[in-house]
């Protein structure tokens, strides 16, 4: 009990609330050192060989025997033994923010199958389960995994202050921006064809209350191979945050990967979308076998247009 009331202690109030949405802002990597000392007894071990000498004599028709023995015996000796084993292990530290604290995650991979893992830059979901606190990231092959870190330290983070003039105009201007685009007939836009200005992507987004959800237009041959491409995203404060969730198949259809992008919107008007998305350049290769990117992953600002 002692150990789940400190792990609640050492996390910020949000994380005690089911889950919650943190950015990792940077990570490294370190090892511990350790010297471990074995001892064992010494020993010794005595070995022996002896001689026997007989002497004999006939007397009255019988014989007679005698005889002397003599050992020779030597003992060796090995002494105590001690010894030094050092021993390493990789750490990893985590800066991370939530909306209110700033802090710093750890976790040791003690084996090389630990699940103990770096996370890039960007947005994450955390949670405490059963007393430990956890973020869920995706790894090889498209896998999502909760990761189970300590928390180390923490602060809060302090807001910049404004005069409650500024503080208000912002707000409002924020809340303006990031509602669904409306139509001439005052109601949510249907299902619009939207392009990007940094790709030429097409894709569909359909807006409902505090939701969008789209989905990228591929060429017939791309999508008759099983290839997609799907949005989910949710409002939250002054951004739509969400993934990009899917799957990349080979030309030959001999190997496909799954993917699972994090992205936000930080505009969104009738007329114009913006925002970024973790995910690799257009030109990065792709290892079939490990489903990996190279380039990797990296924040990548967009813009999008109305198709009209």
């Avoid at 000498?53 to 050992?71: C, D, E, F, I, K």
């Avoid at 002494?79 to 909306?99: F, G, R, S, W």
């Avoid at 105009?169 to 836009?189: D, N």
Wanted: aromatic letters at 10%; proline letters at 6%; a neutral charge.
């Amino acid at each position: 009990m002692k150990v789940i009331l400190l792990a609640l202690l050492c996390v910020p109030a949000w994380a005690q609330e089911n889950t919650s949405r943190l950015t990792v802002l940077g990570y490294q990597w370190t090892t511990t050192h350790k010297t471990l000392t074995f001892s064992w007894p010494g020993y010794s071990n005595t070995s022996c060989n002896g001689n026997v000498t007989m002497n004999g004599n006939v007397s009255g028709g019988s014989l007679y025997a005698s005889g002397t023995t003599s050992n020779t015996c030597s003992t060796t000796y090995t002494p105590p033994t001690n010894q030094n084993i050092e021993i390493q292990k990789p750490v990893v530290y985590i800066l991370a923010d939530t909306d209110t604290n700033r802090m710093i995650m750890t976790c040791t991979r003690n084996v090389r199958w630990s699940q103990c893992h770096a996370l890039n830059p960007g947005p994450f979901l955390g949670r405490i389960d059963h007393g430990h606190f956890e973020v869920q990231a995706t790894f090889g092959k498209g896998k999502e995994e909760w990761v189970k870190f300590d928390i180390v330290q923490q602060s809060a983070i302090s807001a910049p202050e404004a005069s409650p003039t500024k503080a208000s105009a912002s707000q409002v201007e924020a809340s303006a921006s990031i509602e669904a685009p409306i139509s001439e007939a005052g109601t949510a836009a249907p299902v619009a064809r939207w392009k990007s200005m940094t790709t030429g992507t097409i894709r569909t987004l359909r807006f409902e209350g505090d939701y969008i959800y789209g989905e990228t237009v591929l060429s017939e041959a791309a999508a008759k191979a099983g290839s997609f491409f799907l949005l989910d995203l949710k409002k939250d404060g002054d951004k739509y945050i969400g993934k990009q969730n899917g799957k990349v198949v080979r030309s030959d259809g001999g190997a496909s990967c799954p993917i699972a992008w994090q992205i936000e919107l930080t505009l969104v008007t009738a007329d114009r979308i913006e925002g970024r998305g973790f995910s690799p350049p257009t030109n990065a290769k792709i290892d079939w076998k490990e489903c990996t990117f190279s380039p990797p992953a990296e924040w990548q600002n967009f813009t999008w247009i109305p198709v009209r």
